[in-house]
C-alpha cells in the first residue's frame, strides 16, 4: 500500500516537474521571439506573456474601436509597429513603401491564421476556399479568372436597370417615413437594399429583404454577422451565455447554404435544358466548377455564402456612412444635391452616362471610405525578410495593413479628421499608397465598380428626393464588427423634398 502511494507521489511530481518544464520552455521560446521582433519599434509590452492584449481587452469592454489606439502607435513609435501576443508577432506597416511591396505582389499569400478562422464557423463550413478567404494562389487564380466576366463593365452596365429598381423600392420605403418626425436607422434600410441586391444580381434570387420584415433570409444573413463579430472572442463556444447565439448561427449558417444548394441544382438543370443564358455570379460560379475534375460543390457553396457577405454589409456601412457624413456637412450637402438635381432634373431612372456626371458624388463616396472605410485593411504572411522604411521584418511574419490608420494620418493627409470631398477632386494629387479601401492589387474588391455603382444609385436618388436630419443624441462611433460600421446605426428624420416639375412619378 505505502510503495503504491509512494510510486503515486512519484508519479504527481515527475508531472509536476514535467509541467514546470514546458512552462519553462514555452517562456525560453517566448523570450527568443521576443528578441527577434524587440528591435521593431512598439508601445511597451503590459505583461510578459500577454504582451499588448491587455490594453486591447480594456478598450474592447469600452466599445472603442482598437484601430484608434494603432492610429496613436503609429504616430508615436513610427510607420512600422510591433504587437504581442503571447508567443506571437505581428507586423503593421502603415508606409505606402509596405502597401506597394506587399499588396502588389502574387508572391505574399493572405495570412493562414486570420483568414483559416472563417473557413468554419462554430463548427458549421463557412467561407470555405471561397474567394476571399482562398490562400491557394493556383486555385484561387483559377476561381478569380473564371468570375471575372460577371464583374466586365459591358456586365455591369446591363445591370442598371435592376440598381434602379431596387433603390426606388426603397425610396418607396423611405416615403412612407418621411414626416420630419419619424425615426429609424438608416443603416437597417440601406442592409435591406443591398441584400435584395445582390441576391437578384449575383443568383437570381427575390428576396424582399425591403418590403418583408419576416422572411428568414435576411435575419438568416444577420446573424451569420452576428456570429461572426462573435467568434472572435476567446473560448466563446464554452460560455453558457452564447449558446443561443451559436445555435441561431449555425443555424442560419446551415439555411444560407441549403438554399444556396436549392439555387445552384435550379440552375444547373436550366443550363442543362438551355433555358439560361445570364452570364450572372451563380453561372459563372457553375462554369468554374465545371473546368475542376472534381465537382466541388462546397465549394461552389463556399462562394455563394462569401459573396453574400462580401456584397452586402460592406456596401449597406459605406452607404450610411456617407448619410452620417452629409448631414453633419450641410454645406457639402447642398454642393452634391444641386450636382444631382443637375444632372437628374425631373428624370427618374439613372442611366449609366449620369453615373459619370456625378462626378462630386464619386468625391464624397470616397472621402466617405477614406474617414470611414468598411473594411479596414487586410492581412499578409511573408516567408522571407524585408526591410520597410528600414525597419528589418523577419521572415515567416504576419503583416498587418490599414486604410483605416493611414486615411487618418497626418503624414498622408492633411487635416485628416476633416470631411473634405475636394481632396479627391480632378486636381488634386492622388493618394500614394496610402488610401485603400478596396485592397489593392491582385487580391484586391472584385465587386469594387459593382459598389460603387450601387451606391452611387441610392445616393443620387436619396438626395434628389429627401431633406435628411440626424436624430440628436447618437454617439457617431465606429463598431468594429467584422466591417467597421456605425455602431448607433444613423438614427434619422427625412422630409420629402420638392420635386423638379414635370417628375416621373
Ligand atoms: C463598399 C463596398 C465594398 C468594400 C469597401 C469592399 C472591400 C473589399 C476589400 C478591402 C477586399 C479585400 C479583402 C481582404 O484583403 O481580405 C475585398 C475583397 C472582395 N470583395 Fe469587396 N468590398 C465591397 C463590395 C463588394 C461587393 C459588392 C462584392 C460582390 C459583388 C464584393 C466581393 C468581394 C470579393 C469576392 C472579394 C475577394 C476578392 C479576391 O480575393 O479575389 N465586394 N472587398
Ligand atoms: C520559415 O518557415 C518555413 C516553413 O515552416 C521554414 O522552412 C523556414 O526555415 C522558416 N524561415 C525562417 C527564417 O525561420
Not at 140 to 162: C, N
Not at 262 to 290: M, P, Y
Request: contains cysteine; aromatic residues 10%; neutral net charge.
Amino acid at each position: 500500500m505505502a510503495a503504491l502511494g509512494g510510486l503515486a507521489a512519484a508519479a504527481l511530481l515527475l508531472l509536476l516537474l514535467l509541467l514546470l518544464l514546458a512552462v519553462g520552455l514555452y517562456c525560453c521560446y517566448v523570450r527568443h521571439v521576443h528578441a527577434k521582433y524587440d528591435h521593431i519599434p512598439g508601445a511597451p509590452r503590459e505583461s510578459f506573456l500577454l504582451g499588448h492584449l491587455p490594453i486591447i481587452w480594456r478598450m474592447m469592454e469600452k466599445q472603442e474601436l482598437i484601430h484608434d489606439l494603432f492610429l496613436q502607435w503609429s504616430e508615436k513609435y513610427g510607420p512600422v509597429i510591433r504587437f504581442n501576443a503571447f508567443h506571437r508577432v505581428s507586423v503593421m506597416i502603415l508606409s505606402p513603401e509596405g502597401v506597394k511591396e506587399f499588396l502588389m505582389s502574387p508572391q505574399y499569400p493572405k495570412d493562414p491564421l486570420v483568414y483559416g478562422r472563417i473557413f468554419n464557423m462554430f463548427g458549421v463550413r463557412f467561407l470555405g476556399n471561397g474567394l476571399v478567404t482562398d490562400r491557394n494562389y493556383e486555385h484561387w487564380h483559377k476561381q478569380r479568372k473564371v468570375m471575372d466576366p460577371a464583374f466586365s463593365r459591358t456586365y455591369l452596365i446591363g445591370l442598371m436597370e435592376t440598381f434602379n429598381e431596387k433603390a426606388e423600392e426603397l425610396m418607396e420605403k423611405l416615403e412612407e417615413k418621411a414626416d420630419g418626425k419619424k425615426e429609424f436607422s438608416m443603416l437597417t434600410m440601406m442592409s435591406r437594399v443591398t441584400l435584395d441586391v445582390i441576391a437578384k444580381i449575383a443568383f437570381g434570387l427575390e428576396l424582399n429583404a425591403l418590403s418583408d420584415d419576416r422572411t428568414p433570409f435576411p435575419h438568416a444573413v444577420t446573424m451569420i454577422m452576428k456570429g461572426m463579430t462573435e467568434m472572435r472572442i476567446p473560448f466563446v463556444k464554452y460560455m453558457p451565455g452564447k449558446q443561443k447565439m451559436i445555435k441561431e448561427a449555425r443555424e442560419s449558417l446551415r439555411l444560407l447554404r441549403r438554399v444556396g444548394k436549392e439555387c445552384i441544382d435550379q440552375r444547373r438543370e436550366a443550363i442543362q435544358s438551355g433555358k439560361e443564358d445570364t452570364l450572372d455570379i451563380l453561372t459563372q460560379i457553375l462554369k468554374g466548377d465545371a473546368l475542376e475534375e472534381t465537382r466541388d460543390d462546397e465549394n461552389m457553396l463556399d462562394n455563394f455564402v462569401t459573396f453574400f457577405v462580401a456584397g452586402h454589409e460592406t456596401t449597406a456601412n459605406q452607404l450610411s456612412f456617407t448619410v452620417m457624413a452629409l448631414a453633419q456637412h450641410p454645406e457639402i450637402m447642398e454642393r452634391v444635391q444641386a450636382e444631382v438635381d443637375e444632372v437628374l432634373g425631373a428624370k427618374r431612372d439613372i442611366s449609366y452616362e449620369d453615373l459619370g456626371k456625378l462626378k462630386y458624388l464619386s468625391q464624397v463616396l470616397k472621402e466617405s471610405l477614406r474617414l470611414y472605410p468598411p473594411v479596414p485593411g487586410t492581412v499578409r504572411w511573408t516567408e522571407k525578410e524585408n526591410v520597410i522604411e528600414g525597419v528589418r521584418i523577419p521572415a515567416n511574419t504576419t503583416v498587418i495593413f490599414s486604410t483605416y490608420i493611414m486615411g487618418r494620418m497626418e503624414r498622408y493627409f492633411e487635416d485628416p479628421l476633416t470631411f473634405n470631398p475636394d481632396r479627391f477632386s480632378k486636381d488634386a494629387p492622388k493618394p500614394y499608397y496610402s488610401y485603400f479601401p478596396f485592397s489593392l492589387g491582385p487580391r484586391s474588391c472584385i465587386g469594387q465598380v459593382f459598389a460603387q455603382m450601387e451606391a452611387k444609385v441610392v445616393m443620387a436618388k436619396l438626395l434628389q428626393r429627401f431633406e435628411f436630419q440626424l436624430v440628436p443624441g447618437q454617439s457617431f462611433k465606429l463598431l468594429d464588427s467584422g466591417t467597421l460600421r456605425p455602431l448607433d446605426g444613423v438614427m434619422c428624420k427625412l422630409k420629402p423634398r420638392s420635386l423638379p416639375k414635370g417628375f416621373q412619378a
